[in-house]
T-cell receptor, first 110, second 112 residues
Framework: GIQVEQSPPDLILQEGANSTLRCNFS?????LQWFHQNPWGQLINLFY???GTKQNGRLSATTVATERYSLLYISSSQTTDSGVYFC????????????FGGGTRLMVKP | ETGVTQTPRHLVMGMTNKKSLKCEQH?????MYWYKQSAKKPLELMFV???????ENNSVPSRFSPECPNSSHLFLHLHTLQPEDSALYLC???????????FGDGTRLSIL
């Protein structure tokens, strides 16, 4: 099956700093989503981005499908950004089934 | 997100108990999913229902039994679970065909 790797696994930021999270995948995909899991376990959709660039406030994401990676940018980080960020992909043969990466655990310090 | 509701939020049960997790979606989707999230592991897909038919069970032990009576409701029936089954169980829904999945808040399950 498709492999999804995220980096870095852990990240500590000072409030106000910017960061880039990366998601590499091993095969062509027809769907890629970024999620934020807060400390209470809630998994929140951030982006549905099989290709191209999208922005939502301080967050933006870029997927380069031909090179099999996606980036999540967090600018002017806040303590509420803390949690785990997951990317998940659906390959062409998977039929609605997402494969998740291992996540990036982010801690933003005040 | 409020479109996918899971109950209960927390569940503690013994290994011999039988319980059920419930998921309800109000988004008009036609596909629903169960995922398991264990400590320090990626989310693992357990079951997929598309148009109320199960399309994937991903080699889940038979002590987990899903039920999808209609496109808005999904259950996970639990019996004779093991301590290693303690985890966060997440339900999701989407439109079939590669559309974004939306997750519930999860049920945190502890097996004594």
């Amino acid at each position: 099956g498709i492999q999804v790797e995220q980096s870095p696994p852990d990240l500590i930021l000072q409030e106000g700093a910017n960061s880039t999270l990366r998601c590499n995948f091993s095969d062509s995909v027809n769907n890629l989503q970024w999620f934020h899991q807060n400390p209470w376990g809630q998994l929140i959709n951030l982006f549905y981005i099989p290709s191209g660039t999208k922005q939502n406030g301080r967050l933006s994401a870029t997927t380069v499908a031909t090179e099999r990676y996606s980036l999540l940018y967090i600018s002017s980080s806040q303590t509420t950004d803390s949690g785990v960020y997951f990317c998940a992909v659906e390959d062409w043969d998977a039929g609605n089934m997402l494969t998740f990466g291992g996540g990036t655990r982010l801690m933003v310090k005040p | 997100e409020t479109g996918v509701t899971q109950t209960p939020r927390h569940l503690v049960m013994g290994m011999t108990n039988k319980k059920s997790l419930k998921c309800e979606q109000h988004l008009g989707h036609n596909a629903m999913y169960w995922y398991k999230q264990s400590a320090k592991k990626p989310l693992e897909l357990m079951f997929v229902y598309s148009l109320e038919e199960r399309v994937e069970n991903n080699s889940v032990p038979s002590r987990f039994s899903p039920e999808c009576p209609n496109s808005s409701h999904l259950f996970l029936h639990l019996h004779t679970l093991q301590p290693e089954d303690s985890a966060l169980y997440l339900c999701a829904s989407s439109q079939a065909g590669g559309q974004p999945q939306h997750f519930g808040d999860g049920t945190r399950l502890s097996i004594l």
